[in-house]
């Protein structure tokens, strides 16, 4: 054992002895005196301790505390009752309160008693016992929360262990309190007890023993009786206190007195309302003035003193921003931050803040959420962060879509009105301000929110301003994804993958192709909409084919013909697929036309051709439009790939897929040929 281990073991039991061998008056005195500075002691520690567990022996503490006021109470009481003296601290306290008046000192002290017990006592032993509860009910929720923080890696091993210790530590030392509140409760009646026994004891042992009157006896048994209570519930009182400090320290981080200095000053206009309040009194008939007014005063000063020191504070606060600011705008390393580029912007006007601002119920940030979900499913690509801001230099209405910090598209929004659209085509017969849809060039009218159900009983599509935004967004990211993928993402891809499918990745990458090469694959399949989702197959056709050529575009065709089910199901939705075919001499023209240098191969065709070949596809798409069929382009798989380059600048929206990219359940109704005239 330790010094202070034996220290501390020899202390108990001299605190059990002293309820049997007799003490002088002398070390009555010491020891009374000692028992009031540990009080003391603990009740300054428990003040400024910054949390319940800086504190844990306490409920320990408050046991011995409590066994050496019972132990000296047991030991006074025999030197009163014995010799009708106990010491000068007993005789002191007694007669410094009782001033020759036994009833009126009896009377302080039961007051005394009574409001440990039942104000002070009561209260800790309440809080003591619903913070240990709560406590073990909060210990699964916290112990998930660990457990969480340690699987996403934001703290380490040991400390979640540290946190789990310090958890059940705090559930052992509620659960402890409150147990030990109870010793005080059980000083407390033991003190009125005690105190009662003395009297009666007292008035018996000088009446019979030393043959005083009973008014004699009962004033000096009384006096030190009272000496001797309020010698002990003092300290009891003073640990008391500490006990309730301990219990309710909760939200608290720092010392209780600065804490209520500070929280009490916190808000100098409340003082000065309060110092208004006591003027007012005040003045009123019949109250004393002088009180009032000096509080009042007193407040005043107080309120206009802190409400400067907050001002100067404030501005102090506001000027040492300034100049970090400024001196990190004049840090050399901050202008590799002016290089950075948002891969996806959304500015605004200031009349449509509201819809990116929940506080005035807008609904935008959640909905861009959706639209990076939606894009994953869609796509089978990560949508980059979309940041949103506003720009004063816009229109009120107007917003931009920045890819890249170049501007991809615009549109206008009316946040108060609804957008209609007539799901036939048809003319909107309905009042409202004309526009187009921006996502698609739709004609649509905007109209109030009181025309709503007209629109409704007519037929038309209505849609809210942030619905429009949201539609908008998701087809230029459909429309840029090729541009938003880069190596980086491809990187976070094969990463995710990795995961499920090691031997899948580890074989390819970069053993057989580079991540830039994968990257341009992908790239390609989402610049003509195909989605990138199953890059198990992907990754397994890259796998197989990019031993017998590096060419992206040529990977790309591979990679298209093993994913025809999944084309198919993207540009034939239906069982029939309505298809615009190439004569046979354009055909040729392409085939005989191949290129190939170093950056791979292109199809060599006079430029007189190609605008012939555009002219005819355009005049067939247009009359099949006027008949509501959408069609596609059949071609030869060879001649897939240069084709739709031929046509990608001049109509890009229209599928070029090969024979071999489409399922053999699909059928196919020719509905146009392309020909040159």
Known sequence: MKYGDIIVAI?????????????????????????????????????????????????????????????????????????????????????????????VGFIIFLIIVIVQFIVITKGSERVAEVAARFTLDA?????????????????????????????????????????????????????IIIALINIAGGLVTGMIFQDLEFTEALNRYTLLTVGDGLVSQIPALLISTATGIVVTKVASSGHLGEDII???????????????????????????????????????????????????EIQKTDQIQKEKELEEMRKPDNIYSLLQVDPIEVEFGYNIIPLADANQGGDLLDRVVMIRRQCALDLGMIVPMIRLRDNIQLKPNEYVIKIKGVEADQGELRTDNYMVMNPTGGNLEIEGIETKEPAFGLPAKWISSEKKEMAEMKGYTIVDASSVLATHLTEVIKLYAHELLGRQEVKNLLDNLKNQYPALVEEIVPKVMMIGEIQKVLSNLLKEGVPIRDIVTILET?????????????????????????????????????VIT?????????????????????????????????????????????????????????VRLYFKRIIEDYISFLPVLSYNELEPRVEVQSVGTVMLR
């Open 11 to 103: 202390m108990a039991i001299t605190v059990v002895l002293m309820m049997i061998i007799p003490l002088s008056t002398i070390l009555m005195d010491l020891l009374l005196t000692f028992n009031i500075t540990l009080s003391l002691m603990i009740l300054l520690i428990s003040m400024n301790m910054e949390k319940p567990l800086d504190f844990s022996i306490f409920p320990s503490l408050l046991l011995l505390t409590t066994m050496l006021r019972l132990s000296l109470n047991v030991s006074s009481t025999r030197l009163i009752l014995l010799n009708g003296y106990a010491g000068r601290i007993i005789e002191s306290f007694g007669n410094f309160v009782v001033r020759g008046n036994a009833l």
């Open 582 to 638: 190439l004569d046979t001499d354009i055909e040729d023209i392409i085939l005989e036309s191949i290129r190939q240098n170093e950056h791979g191969t292109y199809a060599a065709i006079e430029p007189s051709q190609i605008q012939k070949i555009r002219n005819t596809l355009v005049g067939l798409v247009n009359d099949l439009n006027t008949k509501g069929i959408s069609p596609i382009i059949l071609t030869n798989p060879m």
């Open 139 to 191: 210990m699964p929720g916290k112990q998930m929360s660990i457990d969480a923080d340690l699987n996403a890696g934001v703290i380490s091993e040991s400390e979640a262990q540290k946190r789990r210790q310090e958890i059940q530590q705090e559930a052992d030392f509620y659960g402890a309190m409150d147990g030990a509140s109870k010793f005080v409760k059980g000083d407390a009646i033991a003190g």
């Open 262 to 312: 500070k929280q009490l000053t916190s808000y100098p206009k409340l003082l000065l309302l309060a110092a208004a309040a006591l003027g007012f009194f005040s003045i009123i008939p019949g109250l004393p003035f002088v009180p009032f007014m000096t509080l009042a005063v007193t407040m005043g000063y107080m309120g206009i003193s802190l409400q400067r020191a907050s001002d100067r």
């Open 542 to 578: 890259l796998g197989d084919y990019a031993q017998l050529t590096k060419d992206p575009d040529m990977l790309t065709e591979y990679v298209r013909q093993r994913l025809k089910r999944v084309i198919t199901e993207r540009f034939v939705p239906g069982k029939v697929a309505h």
